[in-house]
T-cell receptor, first 114, second 113 residues
């Protein structure tokens, strides 16, 4: 069965620290990849997406992610986190064929200390 | 342009009661989804509607039914609520087959006692 694994369930960082959240998926075909963010008390919103082309994609608020096809990975990065980045982050995968279903990872809760 | 709206925001039910969660989108999207979010489990797909007039089961459909009333509205019904259905429910929509990004509603927090 297709699945998405996020390596860290909880991450605590100090402001200005660098962030990398891991995401691996199990699907052999072409995929569309996403990172969504859920700020406290809010609904999910798109952080960034990859469909094709340059495997390094940039999103909102200084976030970026790199697609490494050989590793089935789509890790999220930010060079310097802020207190306002405290949120839950979800990696998601939509298979390109029959792509009505999106599979979400379990999420990573990030807490940034001021 | 309100995006995706959900009602109610909060609900408490007793075991065995029924209720319908409402979802509407004003973005003229073709596809709509219902997810449940539980701690440590991410979002799990309950049902989806690829286009008006069609519905399909997702990962965890048992105990739920859906209706795609028209292009705008997609409701989720719990016929006989159980404590295991205590969760946060999110509705989402997507433009169509050419765009895979989903837009989420604010969620409904449901507690079944």
């Amino acid at each position: 069965a297709q699945s998405v694994s996020q390596h860290n369930h909880h991450v605590i960082l100090s402001e200005a620290a660098s962030l990398e959240l891991g995401c691996n998926y199990s699907y052999g075909g072409t995929v569309n990849l996403f990172w969504y963010v859920q700020y406290p008390g809010q609904h999910l919103q798109l952080l960034l997406k990859y469909f094709s082309g340059d495997p390094l994609v940039k999103g909102i608020k200084g976030f970026e992610a790199e697609f490494i096809k050989s590793k089935f990975s789509f890790n999220l990065r930010k060079p310097s986190v802020q207190w306002s980045d405290t949120a839950e982050y979800f990696c998601a995968v939509t298979p390109y064929t029959g792509g009505f279903k999106t599979i979400f990872g379990a999420g990573t809760r990030l807490f940034v200390k001021a | 342009n309100a995006g995706v709206t959900q009602t109610p925001k909060f609900q408490v039910l007793k075991t065995g009661q029924s209720m319908t969660l409402q979802c509407a989108q004003d973005m003229n999207h073709n596809s709509m989804y219902w997810y449940r979010q539980d701690p440590g489990m991410g979002l799990r797909l309950i049902y989806y509607s690829a286009s008006e007039g069609t519905t399909d089961k997702g990962e965890v459909p048992n105990g739920y039914n859906v209706s795609r009333l028209n292009k705008r509205e997609f409701s989720l019904r719990l016929e006989s609520a159980a404590p295991s259905q205590t969760s946060v429910y999110f509705c989402a929509s997507r433009p169509g087959t050419s765009s895979y990004e989903q837009y989420f509603g604010p969620g409904t927090r449901l507690t079944v006692t």
